[in-house]
């Protein structure tokens, strides 16, 4: 998949975000240099400053790094941004493993939430994950945001006890913080029980 460049700037989900149109891109990791990493890495400095503190001068990642990014630009200013990374999650007691999307840090600029940013981009997210031929989409997220990825169309896997490798590679057990987004396939294809996510989150 190439890079692609598109234009949002209003309707149904954007109030003042129409003043200037948003051009939204998809990145391959290899393709960023040293300023567009700088640039993302602001942006999810000043977005996640309350939880972590790894976004560091050149270090756009908080976990695994990312293969792909999605940005949206505002004027030269990347101010909003999601990562994917394409991965196995292992469902034991099926002895089968599922491809998913992993998608993590999400992030719209603080000063721009609140003007459909937000649900531009998770659109974007699903446009990028379909492109890809992913059956799903896939995430982990707190209990504050979880209504926000819902009303994009996430499911959350509340059932689903998942065991995985934090961003401070701690090995994190029995959370019910996964969410779902079917994109090739159907949300009653995934499969019952448990979930391990062998690899360290975005």
């Known amino acids: 998949m190439s890079m692609t460049t598109t234009e949002y700037s209003g309707g149904a989900r954007s ?17 960023l240099d040293a300023a567009e990493h700088d640039a993302i ?8 400053a309350s939880t972590t503190t790894v976004f560091t001068h050149g270090h756009s990642w908080a976990g695994a790094r990312p293969e ?6 505002h004027r030269g200013e990347v101010v909003a941004h999601a990562a994917v990374i394409r ?3 292992r469902a034991p007691e099926h002895d089968t493993s599922i491809l998913v999307g992993d998608v ?19 659109d974007t997210v699903a446009t990028t994950l379909h492109r890809l031929g992913l059956p799903y989409g896939f995430l982990t997220c707190g209990r504050k945001v979880r209504d926000f990825y819902r009303r994009c169309g996430w499911q959350p896997l509340s ?8 961003i401070d590679l ?3 057990d029995h ?12 949300a009653e294809d995934w499969p019952s029980g448990p979930i391990e996510r062998n690899g360290q989150e975005i």
């Open 87 to 89: 991965r196995f999650l």
């Open 159 to 166: 059932e689903h006890a998942l065991r995985s490798i934090g």
């Open 41 to 48: 890495t602001a942006l999810l400095a000043h977005s996640y």
């Open 175 to 186: 959370r019910h913080n996964g969410m779902l987004l079917p994109v090739l396939r159907a």
């Open 68 to 73: 792909l990014r999605l940005l949206g630009h």
């Open 170 to 172: 701690a090995l994190e």
């Open 15 to 31: 109030t003042r975000a129409a003043e200037a149109p948003v051009r939204w891109t998809t990145r391959w990791e290899t393709s």
């Open 104 to 122: 993590g840090l999400v992030a719209v600029h603080p000063d721009r939430q609140g003007l459909g940013l937000g649900g531009a981009l998770m």
